[in-house]
């Protein structure tokens, strides 16, 4: 669920996977929350086998949706970040590849983010765990014009596309 402290009308609504090219989802903005689901909205947290907790805080996993094609054909899809180097904010994609990932965590709140190890905003660079939630609904371009979830590049960085705006994503248990 999309938390909006700026935009009423993003408040409470849902992600949902968007075709983006073949067997290529994006996360474009979905319903309200209160609206009955429909398809393409269950997305999953996969951890490690160490976890027995699947709601357990802090802990790194890959997020994963079961993409469906033509005769109830399931591909087991991961979501990875994708950067565009003339701009700031980087596109999350669902690829039917699910060893092409990006981390990422939930906090005691269920809300998603990034974890840093790395410091490199001094010199010279030092090692520090620090929790980034970047993300945005954005009007993006990856193979078609959609309003979608967004990350934006750089520690604490403003995003360069205006059409911005930020919110929190909420994990809600189904």
């Avoid at 994609?93 to 998603?112: A, C, L, R, S």
């Avoid at 410091?119 to 980034?132: A, G, I, L, N």
């Avoid at 979608?148 to 994503?169: D, R």
Wanted: hydrophobic share 35%.
């Amino acid at each position: 669920m999309v938390i909006s402290h700026h935009n009423e009308t993003l408040n409470g609504t849902v992600l949902s996977a968007c075709h983006e090219g073949a067997a290529i989802e994006g996360f474009c903005r979905g319903p309200s929350i209160s609206d009955p689901l429909a398809y393409g909205v269950h997305f999953y947290f996969n951890t490690s086998a160490s976890n027995t907790n699947p709601k357990a805080a802090d802990v790194p996993g890959v997020l994963s949706y079961d993409a469906v094609f033509g005769d109830n054909m399931t591909v087991p899809s991961a979501m990875s970040l994708v950067p565009d180097f003339t701009s700031n904010v980087a596109v999350p994609i669902i690829y039917p590849n699910p060893d092409q990932y990006n981390e990422v965590y939930f906090d005691k709140n269920d809300e998603m983010y990034v974890l840093s190890f790395r410091d490199d905003t001094v010199d010279p660079p030092v090692s520090k765990e620090t929790k980034f939630k970047q993300w945005f609904v954005c009007q993006t371009y990856y193979s078609y014009t959609y309003t979608t979830l967004a990350w934006v590049i750089g520690k604490n960085a403003k995003p360069q596309n205006p059409t911005c705006q930020k919110v929190q994503v909420q994990r809600i248990w189904g």
